[in-house]
């Protein structure tokens, strides 16, 4: 029989057989019967006197997870090949994943099966191999990827969407096509059955692929991919959603963690913070010791009380669900990755935090879960705990409408709220449309803000322009912070790296900090550099701005007032300072101090970024006496509070002679976290009397405060650190 069709290798020559399946197996009532049609099928398109045979991989395309890159017809031939079609920014893709993990748990290379990602960029950002090593990192992607950013094979085989998994036999040749998610059954049956069709026919090889996992290059760090950020107004510490470790930590203002709940491992458990587990955790709000979740890959909304150490699941049911109208009581509520949440008030009176508005990427709505029992705009009284839509239809448009279910969003990643008139609404960052829209708490109304173009069904008009409205072009936003003391949204354009800043009042988008190049420098405004920030909150005092810069594993700190760009120096109570990707050296440890040791306070210095301070010590010995020969007399600097002040000092140091003691060079970071501080100069000195009967160990702290202004002062004098013991 000729093999149907004129068009060759596309997927449109497998289109009649495999609709006349899919038919069949809609009237199949037993499973034996479905196994059955798919086996016929098999045997029908085996048969074709020439196969559908897929092109060869292109000559020069770049490979991750693979020790060399890989031929159809050589390579792969005797596996049956499962060609995922994908692009790493797509909500669909990723709901695809889990379906492949268990896939390959169930049957391996030896097995004659072998999965390819096969990724074909929708957005210039996309097209970079770092950026897609970020993504394969980030969704533990194991199987080998290819780069395709010319989408060579996706335009030879008329590949419509993304994701599209095309099936291969053992000789390259095309047997099966699904397009979308939501496959999984089919998937499973497709492939177990034409590996067991090919076996018995003696075509399948079960030698192994060279597989040279990337992600086993990645050196150890603090944070890993964190997605979200959010700072507790009450006490100033942030919530970062640390999205790669599946876990959540709260962080106080210096840096240092104070709570680790979850991780490192994925997981779906409720219970207190050690037995806890989340998987790749995005957003995250916080209010009255209360932490609200976005538990995106668990599909869950998940509650944090810091003062129980406990965590509970408040909406889902833990897998992914396709209803978009909502109603039920949360946990009982299907939902679908939930990117982003935000703390917000009902229509009563009293203004409280009674309503958890999520970011429902997956479905492209928002949704609301009511936290006490109230209203919403154009809905009657909600019973505590209802989950439900709010705005969005469910189809993925940018379609703005005054009717909020007529409105369409393109998978939503960042809210922001401005409860204060006369906005009064939700700002969201809608990612695939590359726009930011606005949702009205009053009546739903959604409208364009910045970004994209007005035909709704066009999420391909994205860039890198400042300008306003329509005209302003950003490319795959993921999140947006609301500045009420300047009135202004800030926005995290991932894919463009760059901060921007939206005047709601003139719809004008300018570029705040970032060069545009996916890269890691801290200076100012102008000349710091991220990698797709994806999450962003103001600081309780307004003066600064938190970004999780997600692919350079890291908090930024903006200072709003001063335009500079610095690092929060993450770091554990124990441990040393590690900044973004590298840990630093781990410091000597700080032997415990006497408690007769005198504590001597030395009157306030002004000081400036960038200035190098000189501490010297003048250290007197009782008469006679001299240090212990061999024993480590030392000195050391603490900054508790402001470890961010040591980050590039040298912390320690030795004293070996007592007529030649060091000085002590404090160099006064260029970008600071705070106007005041104090640093501390801890000396321990070992010696013997004049007749050496006796030696004695002996310590003295020096606490030294700081006044840093950006104004330059005079050279400053060498701060002399005198005690006689």
């Known amino acids: 029989m000729a093999a149907p069709g004129a068009r060759g290798a596309s997927l449109s020559g497998l289109l009649p057989a495999q609709t006349s399946l899919e038919y069949g197996l809609l009237d ?22 020439q196969d559908l045979a897929v092109p060869e991989f292109p000559e020069g395309l770049e490979w991750l997870n693979t020790e060399e890159p890989l031929s159809i017809y050589k390579d792969l031939c005797g596996k049956v090949v499962v060609l995922d079609f994908f692009t790493y920014c797509c909500i669909n893709c990723i709901h695809v994943l889990p379906d492949l993990h268990a896939l390959e748990h169930r049957f391996s290379d030896k097995d004659g099966l072998l999965i390819v990602g096969v990724h074909s960029a929708k957005f210039p950002n996309e097209k970079v191999l770092d950026n897609i090593k970020s993504a ?21 085989l008329e590949v419509s969407c993304w994701p599209t998994l095309v099936i291969l036999g053992p000789r390259g040749n095309l047997l099966f096509s699904l397009i979308g998610e939501g496959h999984r059954d089919k998937l499973f049956s497709y492939t177990s059955i034409a590996l067991k069709y090919y076996k018995d026919r003696g075509q399948i090889r079960d030698g192994k692929i060279g597989i040279k996992l990337f992600k086993e290059s990645l050196p150890p760090s603090p944070l890993l991919f964190p997605g979200k950020v959010a700072v507790d107004h ?39 913070f050690s037995e806890s587990s989340f998987n790749s955790p995005q957003g995250v709000a916080i209010a009255d010791n209360v932490i609200y979740v976005a538990d995106t890959e668990n599909h869950l909304i998940r509650k944090i009380d810091l003062e129980a150490e406990k ?7 833990g897998v992914q669900g396709t209803d978009t109208e909502g109603g039920e009581e949360g946990d009982k509520q299907p939902i679908s990755s939930p990117w982003d949440v935000a703390l917000g008030t009902s229509g009563s009176e009293v203004q409280r935090n009674d309503i958890l508005w999520i970011a429902m990427a997956g479905t492209h709505q928002i949704w609301a879960l009511l936290l006490d029992s109230g209203t919403l705009p154009k809905k009657s009284d909600l019973k505590k705990g209802t989950c439900i839509r709010f705005a969005g239809s469910g189809n993925e448009e940018n379609r703005n409408n005054a009717y909020p279910h007529k409105a369409g969003f393109a998978q939503p990643s960042g809210l922001a709220l401005a409860s204060e008139e006369p906005w009064s609404c939700l700002f969201v960052a809608d990612s695939e449309s590359s726009t930011v829209r606005t949702v009205s708490l009053r009546d739903g109304a959604v409208k364009h803000l910045v970004g994209g173009e007005r035909d709704p069904m066009n999420l391909f008009a994205f860039g890198d322009v400042d300008g306003a409205g329509i005209n302003a072009k950003l490319q795959h936003p993921l999140g947006v912070a609301w500045d009420e003391e300047r009135q202004v949204l800030y926005v ?13 009042k003139t719809k004008g988008c300018t570029t705040l900090a970032g060069t545009g190049d996916a890269s890691d420098a801290s200076s100012s405004f102008a000349e710091s550099a991220f990698n797709e920030p994806g999450g962003l909150c103001i600081s309780e005092s307004g003066r600064l701005l938190y970004v999780a810069d997600t692919n350079n594993h890291q908090i930024k700190v903006m200072d709003l007032e001063a335009r500079t760009v610095s690092v929060l120096p993450v770091c554990k109570a124990d441990s040393a300072v590690v900044d973004g990707s590298f840990p630093r050296e781990k410091q000597k440890t700080v032997p415990k101090v006497p408690k007769s040791a005198p504590h001597i306070g030395l009157p306030p210095v002004t000081v400036h970024p960038g200035q190098a301070l000189q501490l010297r010590l003048k250290l007197q010995l009782p008469p006679g006496a001299k240090l212990t020969e061999g024993a480590p007399s030392c000195w050391f600097l603490e900054a508790e509070g402001n470890e961010w002040l040591l980050q590039e000092q040298i912390p320690s140091g030795d004293i070996e002679n007592i007529s030649n003691q060091p000085a002590i060079s404090l160099q006064i970071p260029t970008h600071c976290l705070s106007l005041e501080a104090v640093v501390s100069v801890i000396v321990f000195l070992y010696y013997c009397s004049a007749d050496s009967s006796a030696c004695m160990m ?6 030294q405060p700081l006044q840093i202004t950006s104004t330059q002062p005079a050279c400053a004098a060498p701060v002399e650190l005198t005690y006689a013991f």
């Open 698 to 703: 002996k310590g003295v702290v020096f606490r």
């Open 492 to 504: 995290a354009d991932s894919y463009n790296h760059k901060i921007k800043v939206v005047d709601p």
């Open 234 to 272: 009450a006490t100033g510490r942030l919530v970062v959603a640390d999205t790669g470790h599946h876990r959540i930590l709260v962080i106080q203002k210096n840096g240092r963690i104070q709570s680790s709940i979850g991780g490192p491992n994925p997981g779906r458990k409720d219970g207190m």
């Open 311 to 317: 965590v509970t699941t408040v909406a889902g049911v």
């Open 136 to 156: 394969v990192l980030r969704y533990n992607i194991t199987h080998p990827v290819v780069n395709d950013a010319d989408a060579s094979l996706w335009q030879e």
């Open 28 to 49: 199949a009532v037993t499973q034996q019967e479905k196994d059955e049609l798919v086996y016929q099928y098999l045997q029908k398109v085996d048969g074709w006197e």
